[in-house]
């Protein structure tokens, strides 16, 4: 396909002959719902043959449908240089030292039309050139070591990060900032915050919700919160840093093993679950939110326990669950399980046999609850009584993706099962709290009038 008419097919493409309009070029377009003004963009190779696709004034991508346009004029033309603007990035002997480490996430980025993805930006002289605040901030250098959607980062990913950040740590690195996909960005969180123990410096994972090309992108901002964070705050653990509310007041830095992706589109997506953030963070200053924090020292020693045993497993409890899913496990050499139980940590009773064969044969069993906010306290009803007496461990507030990357960390290193136990019931980076806040736990249900007069006045 020539560049003219660049990824157009079909319907479309004969429309784009027929009023002789190319792509990259300003076209105005009336139709029957309407008429429109935007820059012509390529189509991705996958895409129909429906529609054309316009970049109006707002930056927004929009699709006119070809079975609506009635008459279309080009009023200019200039092809578009998506690249992203590549600067040297500006060294300071008195700035701190940063290393970013890629596994595939788009901080930074543009989109290929031609394929519909987005490519990110990684180069200090890439990221230097789309967000040159950061030069403000730090000197930065910049290793990629993946390039996968997060929901592929798994194990093996978090082994070869750990090591690679304590190659770092000892090296006398200021700080570590993290590029990562959003949806799975709490797990490697919680697997870091295990197999980095007690680093001198913050360890920032970072990410956008919304690619760069987006005017609503979160990702500049993120990523300047973040390199702030890793360069400046005095916070040495494992934390993401994303947007606080829907807005770019502020961002948040959330504890690796307390923090949870909640909406699976809203910029404000990532939520400290039973507690608070560690944090406030914008351009201009940190705010600590609470004061138990781990903090920066001057020397390089840290604790890395790069261990994973894959055959462990979190099942979500529902009910007329089957005994067979148990079995199914066991059967399959599974070595732990975690259930994310009802309530205060419950499941039904047929379950039972199966449970008791499968701590017969050696495969530990702990509870979590899936309300994710609260304690699993299995002593108050006679179910949760049945099954402690069975063996199933409760996990106290933990949470259930927490758990599960806890108790591979904890099978990693050892088979022991009062060993295992032990480290699954020893907090060490907050997965387990003595109590849970009052403010710990605050849900706003729309609709009810208090809390509309609070949306009205407070925050929009």
């Known amino acids: 396909m020539s560049e003219t008419f660049k990824g157009y097919k079909g319907k479309a493409l004969k429309a784009l002959k027929k009023f002789d309009i190319r792509v990259w070029s300003e076209a105005a377009i009336k139709t029957t719902r309407g008429s429109f003004t935007g820059i012509v963009l390529p189509r991705s190779e996958n895409d129909d043959d429906r529609h054309i696709v316009l970049k109006v004034s707002t930056g927004y991508n929009i699709g006119v449908a070809v079975e609506t346009i009635l ?64 030069a403000d901030i730090c000197n930065m250098s910049t290793e990629k070591l993946f390039a996968v959607f997060s929901e592929n980062m798994g194990p093996d990913q978090y082994k070869q990060l750990a090591v690679r950040i304590g190659e770092e740590i000892r090296k006398g690195i200021d700080g570590i900032l993290i590029g990562h996909g959003t949806d799975t960005m709490h797990h490697t969180a919680t697997a870091l915050s295990f197999m980095v123990q007690d680093p001198p410096v913050p360890i920032i994972l970072v990410g956008s919700q919304r690619s760069s090309d987006r005017p609503s992108s979160d990702a500049a901002f993120n990523l300047i919160h973040g390199t702030k964070a890793a360069a400046e705050s005095d916070i040495a653990e494992v934390m993401v840093c994303m947007f606080g509310p829907t807005s770019n007041e502020y961002g948040l830095l959330h504890r690796g093993t307390r923090v949870r992706k909640m909406h699976s589109s809203y910029r404000s997506t990532f939520r400290t679950i039973g507690d608070i953030p560690i944090a406030m ?12 924090y781990k903090k920066r020292r001057k020397d390089k020693n840290v604790t890395i326990t790069p261990v994973f045993e894959d055959k462990v497993t979190l099942i979500y409890y529902y009910p007329n669950m089957r005994p067979d899913m148990i079995d199914s496990l066991v059967d399959n050499g599974y070595k732990g399980i975690i259930i994310a139980g009802t309530g205060l940590g419950h499941v039904n009773k047929p379950l039972y046999p199966a449970i008791e064969r499968a701590i017969k044969k050696g495969v530990a069993i702990y509870m979590t609850v899936q309300t994710l906010w609260g304690y699993a306290h299995m002593f108050v009803y006679d179910t949760g009584r049945d099954l402690m007496n069975k063996g199933i461990i409760p996990l106290e507030n933990m949470l259930p993706e927490v758990a599960y990357i806890k108790l591979g960390w904890a099978f990693g290193q050892t088979s022991d099962l009062k060993e295992v136990q032990k480290i699954m019931l020893t907090p060490i980076n907050g997965e387990i709290t003595e109590r849970e806040p009052c403010n710990g736990y605050l849900v706003f249900q729309g609709g009810v009038p208090e809390v509309e007069v609070f949306l009205s006045k407070v925050h929009k």
């Open 281 to 292: 963070i914008n351009r201009n200053k940190i705010t600590p939110l609470k004061p138990d």
């Open 71 to 134: 008459d279309m004029t080009e009023k200019g033309y200039k092809k578009a240089n998506y690249k992203i603007p590549e600067k040297e990035f500006p060294f300071s002997k008195d700035k701190p030292n940063i290393k970013l480490f890629g596994t595939g996430g788009t901080i930074a980025s543009r989109l290929d039309y031609r394929t519909g993805a987005v490519i990110p930006a990684f180069s200090p002289g890439e990221l230097y050139g789309a967000v040159p605040e950061l």
